[in-house]
């Protein structure tokens, strides 16, 4: 088959390959575009998939990041729901699945992170959501009716947010996970218990420090097995266990790849003409001084843009601080910096586990911040991380409000 020619291949209709086919338009009026993606929907935004989709806040068609004219009016051709299997490095070229074969100028992977797998009997069978992709929401909406049940595996942000949004939708909601509380990893224990005692309040049955053991399908339900030895029956199994990031292009062309693919400041990988961008990109994360990759809305837009603009002849070098949102039921909080519970935690509290700001603290330094209930002080907290002066919990109290 011939081999087509664009100055810019994008591997990924994901936010991070949406935002930088703009960034690239934006700069560069005429060159050739590819956008090859895997799903078989234009670009569209992730996040409402758990939330607003279910909330009756916004409908299908308006999670889609451009309309279709938009690719049609800037020239930008459209490979949807096809794999890209290949990635020549040398010669500079991209395979597809059906054979077919694209030269670049300038490529750029993202490629985002696909949902990890249970390894454990039954753990993959056919009808489980490993709940990542428009397609998953479609079919879970679908199955998802008021008296249904519903096994939740995962308490962390896809686990916590889906089990929400079916309890929501009146389905009878069990989650399973192996921490002790809901996100765990990020929220500091009174915090998550907090939270965990309102997903109670409002009838969502919560198994914690337990994991599946096996997992099976009998006349329409499944059975699930813990490793404690609960049974728990249900018409649905979501799953939401994390992802891995899908850099098997980048390892099989030999680029650079530790917990992601890696990156320099200007988001290119070790092959110059090659970049990564979004949940799949290791990068240097200067206000944090450390390696980083962040599997976040904002950092997929704002690297993807970079990326883009940089692919079209700039040097931008990425910066930012990226942010993260999420709501859970009436709890909503935006997060800014290195956001872990292993680090020491302050908790400034306008009312207590609602509204407030937790700081994430390394040698009395703040390292991040999560505002909850607390709006529009992102950029604030931003410059109290970059600053990286000394606190006492007395000076934290007030600090952002
Ligand atoms: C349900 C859900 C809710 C979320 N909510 C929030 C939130 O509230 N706040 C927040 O900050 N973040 C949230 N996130 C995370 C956020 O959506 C991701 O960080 C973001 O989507 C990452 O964008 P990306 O472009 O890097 O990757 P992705 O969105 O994963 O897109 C990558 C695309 O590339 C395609 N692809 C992969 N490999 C290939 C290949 N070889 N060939 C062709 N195509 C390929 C994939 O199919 C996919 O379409 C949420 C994620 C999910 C799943």
Redesign the pocket.
């Known amino acids: 088959m011939a081999e087509k020619h664009f100055d810019y291949v994008i591997?990924?209709?994901?936010?991070?390959?949406a935002s930088a086919i703009v960034a690239i338009r934006e700069r560069d009026r005429s060159g050739s575009i590819l956008l090859?993606?895997?799903?078989r929907h234009l670009p569209y935004d992730?996040?409402p998939?758990?939330?607003k989709l279910w909330f009756g806040k916004k409908k299908v068609e308006e999670i889609f990041l451009q309309p279709r004219d938009f690719y049609e009016k800037n020239g930008i051709t459209l490979e949807l729901g096809?794999?890209?299997?290949g990635l020549d490095k040398e010669r500079k070229t991209v395979s597809d699945e059906r054979g077919n074969s694209y030269s670049f100028g300038k490529l750029l992977l993202?490629?985002?992170?696909?949902p990890r797998t249970l390894g454990i009997p039954g753990g993959t069978l056919e009808p489980i959501y490993y709940?990542?992709?428009l397609d998953d929401y479609l079919k879970l909406r679908r199955e998802a009716v008021e008296g249904s049940s519903a096994l939740v595996i995962g308490g962390g942000?896809?686990g916590s947010?889906v089990a929400a949004a079916l309890n929501i939708n009146r389905v009878d909601v069990t989650m399973l996970f192996h921490g002790p509380y809901i996100v765990d990893r990020v929220f500091p224990g009174p915090l998550g218990r907090a939270l965990q005692a309102r997903y109670v309040e409002k009838g969502v049955k919560i198994i914690t420090n337990d994991r599946p053991a096996s997992i099976v399908w009998k006349d329409k339900r499944f059975i699930t097995k813990t490793e404690k030895g609960n049974l728990i029956e249900s018409d649905m199994v979501v799953i939401g266990a994390g992802i891995t990031p899908?850099v098997?292009?980048a390892v099989s062309a030999g680029l650079k790849v530790s917990n992601g693919i890696e990156v320099d400041g200007l988001l290119r990988t070790s092959h110059p003409d090659i970049y990564a961008?979004?949940?799949?990109a290791e990068f240097p994360y200067a206000a944090l001084g450390m390696r980083m990759r962040v599997?976040?809305?904002?950092?997929?837009v704002k690297q993807?843009e970079c990326a883009g603009r940089n692919m079209a002849g700039e040097s931008a070098r990425y910066d930012h601080m990226p942010y993260?949102?999420?709501d859970l039921f009436e709890f909503g909080y935006e997060a800014v910096g290195e956001v872990s519970s292993s680090l020491e935690t302050f908790a400034d509290w306008q009312k207590e586990n609602e509204k407030g700001v937790v700081y994430y603290l390394k040698d009395n330094r703040v390292r991040g911040a999560m505002m909850c209930d607390v709006w529009d002080r992102v950029d604030e907290a931003r410059r109290i991380i970059k600053e990286a002066k000394s606190f006492t919990t007395a000076g934290l109290k007030g600090l952002i409000r």
């Open positions: 591997v990924g209709g994901g936010l991070a390959g090859a993606g895997s799903e992730r996040p998939l758990s939330k096809i794999k890209i299997t993202a490629t985002g992170g696909a709940y990542r992709y942000f896809i947010e899908s098997e292009l961008a979004g949940d799949n599997e976040h809305w904002d950092n997929a993807g993260f949102f999420s």
